[in-house]
């Protein structure tokens, strides 16, 4: 009987009130991380999410990282690929083939699949194309992107490719 009641004690303590409280705390402190880093756009349409990358394919926007999982968040991950792999060397090849700016970071797949973020080098590289896409002056296009970078944590300066993207749609519509 003290098991029983230990059990369904414990039960409702740790599998009731613990992940309520921790979520009504999250909810209450740190609501945009609690939900996911949202991005909602001006309509109040969910756009993305500033933690996980998308597949732009346009010229008049900047291309993500390439991913081993085609950006799907459900099972989301890396190639695995090692580097003396016969399999990363070409996949390297069809992409410098296919057009994409010769950046390590574009040449290679995402680590989990669903970086959002580029290095600044591989986002810069891009500038001519976005530009003579969208007809901007390239010099005005790279202070845009050098004004979204970001501190990187122990390496380069990153930008997050989504919110850059939604950057220059807001100027368009501007």
Excluded at 13 to 40: D, E, K, M, R
Excluded at 109 to 118: A, K, M, N, T
Excluded at 122 to 132: E, G, N, S
Aim: avoid cysteine; aromatic fraction near 4%; charged fraction near 15%.
């Amino acid at each position: 009987m003290i098991a029983i009641r230990t059990l369904l004690t414990l039960t409702l303590l740790l599998g009731v009130a613990y992940p309520l409280t921790v979520t009504l705390v999250s909810q209450i402190i740190f609501p945009w991380q609690a939900n996911g880093s949202q991005i909602i756009s001006k309509e109040n349409k969910l756009v993305g999410s500033a933690l996980l990358a998308q597949s732009f394919s346009k010229e008049g926007y900047f291309h993500s990282r390439p991913s081993a999982s085609a950006y799907a968040s459900v099972g989301g991950g890396g190639s695995n690929l090692g580097m003396s792999s016969p399999l990363r060397a070409e996949f390297a090849h069809q992409q410098a083939a296919a057009g994409q700016d010769n950046s390590p970071a574009m040449l290679t797949r995402s680590g989990s699949g669903l970086d959002p973020q580029l290095p600044l080098d591989a986002v810069l590289a891009q500038v001519a194309r976005v530009a003579q896409a969208r007809q901007l002056d390239p010099e005005q296009l790279t202070d845009l992107v050098k004004s979204r970078a970001q501190a990187g944590i122990l390496g380069p300066q990153i930008v997050n490719i989504l919110e850059l993207n939604l950057v220059l749609d807001k100027e368009k519509d501007a």
